[in-house]
T-cell receptor, first 108, second 114 residues
């Protein structure tokens, strides 16, 4: 069965501190990996995807196939990073499964 | 491009009534998905259309839920009769057909069944 685990429901960090949002997945085949974010009063939107190897708003995510992890990192948290973050693998026929989400709270 | 739109944004109905949610995807997006977030829980997959065909409806909770996408454009999700546990936020998303295409979400419909 496809499963996504985000162990932290809430992660609080001080502004300027490093951030790591954990994601482990259990998936058949080789899924594409995405992180989605929902800021307050906004719709859920793509933050970044593994295939692009990009850094968005200072965030990066490293895929570790051995550990089946896709943790999201940022070296220095900003207040505007406060939001709900969802790890989301996409498998066969582009079915996207969402994790439970982690609420990131950046304390000024 | 216009985004994914959902209607209504909020709906409050009584147990036993019927509600129909509508989703207009981004033009040209063959994939259309319905998801649901019940209070305090994760976003759960309901079903996936490719054009007008149901690709995967494994997440539909029971036969009180009926989704359609006639003509491969907009989609409707009908709940009949509604139960208390159906309350939650229903999200629609669309995407192009290539494997790396991300989902574009609507704002969701908040359904409250009393």
């Amino acid at each position: 069965a496809q499963r996504v685990t985000q162990p932290e429901k809430l992660l609080s960090v001080f502004k300027g501190a490093p951030v790591e949002l954990k994601c482990n997945y259990s998936y058949s085949g080789s899924p594409e990996l995405f992180w989605y974010v929902q800021y307050s009063r906004q719709r859920l939107q793509l933050l970044l995807r593994h295939i692009s190897r990009e850094s968005i708003k200072g965030f990066t995510a490293d895929l570790n196939k051995g550990e089946t992890s896709f943790h999201l990192k940022k070296p220095f948290a900003q207040e505007e990073d406060s939001a709900m973050y969802y790890c989301a693998p996409s498998g066969g026929y582009q079915k996207v499964t969402f994790g439970t989400g982690t609420k990131l709270q950046v304390i000024p | 491009e216009a985004g994914v739109t959902q209607f209504p944004s909020h709906s409050v109905i009584e147990k036993g009534q019927t509600v129909t949610l509508r989703c207009d995807p981004i033009s040209g997006h063959d994939n259309l998905y319905w998801y649901r977030r019940v209070m305090g829980k994760e976003i759960k997959f309901l079903l996936h259309f490719v054009k007008e065909s149901k690709q995967d409806e494994s997440g539909m909770p029971n036969n009180r839920f009926l989704a359609e996408r006639t003509g491969g454009t907009y989609s409707t999700l009908k709940v009949q009769p509604a139960e208390l546990e159906d309350s939650g936020v229903y999200f629609c998303a669309s995407s192009r057909r290539d494997n790396n295409s991300p989902l574009h979400f609507g704002n969701g419909t908040r359904l409250t069944v009393t």
